[in-house]
């Protein structure tokens, strides 16, 4: 979805509307400007070879256009009573260029741009250099705003267009607001934001699902590979095992790609036994784990997993896939944990850390609603492990002396959750200010549980986050409580193997509650019974 059908103009709206409710009073009353560039096609180092263009998101966010190499020029005038006259928004595009139809899709003409895009003016970009000058003439007291322009992290605006209006005496020129305020508007979604989020979802639990259904078509042997499949010709896609994480992230990348998503949302976690442990590896370059797991044991040697009659069998071990796509510029991001080996089923410690998690998301799912703060989803989510570890015997001490040390945080590193929409770790500046008169000062639990939050906000409607508590077992954070007297040290060591567990979905917050927008299931049940073949 893009063009006419994405509701750019209300966001360029809304953003003017925000801008206003922070600029110094001076410039309140004086026209409002808006200049973006939009980014570029990339280029390998010191090489023509294009690399995946994907849109800058604040521009996208004002304009639903993805052509490399545009530009923005949005005026806003607080003065015009008239709603038609006091908006208007110029998208310049670059030309049609004859020597390169032969090396790349051209981009669209004004003509076919008109239908494409909700703004109220399209032109070329070699004309955007006297727009600037006569909008200059027309409203000599602009205020122009721009995203920070000494940053690397955006699209620079050409020299040309900024030094026309920094020598102008009569104009202000800033980067101190757009930025911050175009984080607040996107912090909330629209309807029309909420159907790209959704249709992202829907394709990557697709995805996940279809990981999980070929694990359990190997379980049961139906995965077959027919005469000559991998020495006289390739193996196809029907005869494809997931025996590497890389083989798993094959088949989900493939699956998004096969339903139209262009981009992933990030770059894809899956990570199998320990390596489950670390929260942000993107490696996926190991096979799984066959016989006793050791740390750096990988001795699989390409002998088949599956099959009627395996030469050795898997290890049993889990699977976490954190992975999800874009829709047009909106992301998905939807973790699951599956077993793998011992036939699709989860050993009896897996269960019990996999239910645990399980526990601390849907409990925490069912407090969100507006009004309340996510520091108190994060407390929640180490209350429950908590108990859960104490129960398991692999805590000891009451739950207030536990949840004083901080302990659980070498268990629970990191946030319950964050912002998403069009960014995976959505508008940072708004999801976490760094003024915040909103974090809750009594029954706070210890500092330890915040380090990492990305999210530290009452939640309001229309926001979209993720919950995604996890457990894990990591040699470097078990160091900080290896001297511990509430762990129970030797019934550790049992634990240590497991790596990790994460399970994550993405949720909009309704005006009462919530709605889960990931599709794909996560009960014990359901993921045993497809990961072992059952059905």
């Known amino acids: 979805m893009s063009g006419s059908s994405y509701c750019a103009r209300a966001h360029v709206q809304r953003t003017f509307e925000q801008l206003m409710n922070v600029l110094p009073s001076q410039l309140k009353e004086k026209p ?47 003065e015009h009573t008239n709603a038609s006259t006091r908006l208007s928004i110029k998208l310049s595009i670059p030309e049609v260029q004859a020597a390169d139809l032969m090396w790349s899709v051209p981009p669209p003409t004004i003509g076919e741009a008109k239908q494409l895009f909700d703004v109220t003016d399209i032109a070329y ?45 009569t104009h202000t020129a800033t980067d101190a607001y757009l930025l911050s305020s175009l984080h607040k508007t996107r912090l909330i979604k629209d309807e029309n934001e909420v159907t790209m989020l959704r249709r992202a979802n829907d394709i990557s639990s697709r995805a996940h699902e279809t990981v999980m259904r070929v694990l359990g078509n190997a379980v049961q042997g139906k ?12 193996l196809l896609p029907g005869e494809w095992l997931i025996e590497k994480e890389a083989e798993a992230e094959a088949i989900f990348v493939a699956s998004c790609r096969r339903e139209g998503a262009v981009h992933q949302a990030y770059l894809p976690i899956v990570a199998a036994s320990r390596r489950a442990a670390t929260l942000h590896y993107c490696c996926n370059d190991r096979e799984f784990t066959w016989g006793p797991v050791k740390p750096h044991d990988h001795l699989n040697h390409g002998a088949l997993a599956h099959g009627p009659a395996p030469e050795r069998q898997l290890e049993p071990q889990l699977l976490l896939i954190d992975a999800g796509c874009e829709w047009d510029c ?33 409990k925490s799912m069912k407090i969100l609603k507006p009004g309340v703060h996510w520091d108190t989803i994060q407390l929640l989510c180490h209350q429950i492990l908590v108990e859960g570890f104490l129960d398991l015997g692999l805590f000891k001490g ?5 949840l004083r040390s901080g302990i659980s945080s070498a268990f629970f590193p990191h946030g319950v959750g964050h912002s998403l929409g069009m960014d995976v770790h959505d508008v940072p500046s708004a999801s976490k200010p760094i003024i915040n008169t909103t974090v809750p000062q009594d029954n706070v639990g210890h500092p330890s549980f915040y380090t990492y939050l990305r999210l530290r906000l009452l939640l309001a409607e229309g926001m979209v986050v993720t919950v995604e508590p996890g457990i894990y077992f990591h040699e470097h954070l078990l160091k900080a409580v290896e001297e511990s007297e509430y762990v129970n040290h030797n019934l550790l060591e049992e634990y240590r193997e497991m790596g990790g567990v994460r399970i994550e979905d993405d949720v909009l917050i309704t005006s009462d509650g919530c709605e889960n927008l990931t599709k794909v299931r996560s009960d014990v049940e359901w993921l045993e019974s497809v990961c072992s073949g059952e059905i």
């Open 330 to 362: 909106y992301s998905a991001d939807i973790t699951r944990t599956m077993p793998v080996g011992n036939g699709g089923k989860f050993t009896e410690k897996g269960k019990q850390i996999y239910s645990l998690v399980l526990e601390m998301q849907q």
């Open 32 to 78: 409002q400007v808006i200049l973006l560039a939009g980014g570029k096609t990339p280029f390998r180092n010191d090489t023509d070879r294009e690399l995946p263009f994907r849109q800058e998101s604040n521009f996208y966010y004002l304009s639903g256009c993805s052509v490399p190499g545009s530009f923005l020029l949005a005026l806003y005038q607080p």
């Open 223 to 234: 995965i077959l590979q027919a005469k000559g499949a991998g020495i006289d010709r390739p």
């Open 398 to 402: 009451s739950k207030a002396e536990v």
């Open 125 to 169: 970009s070699s004309e955007l250099q006297s727009t600037i000058e006569l909008l200059l003439q027309s409203h000599p007291e602009a205020v122009f705003h721009t995203l920070p322009r000494n940053s690397s992290l955006f699209p620079p605006l050409p020299e040309e267009y900024m030094a026309t209006i920094v020598t102008s005496e």
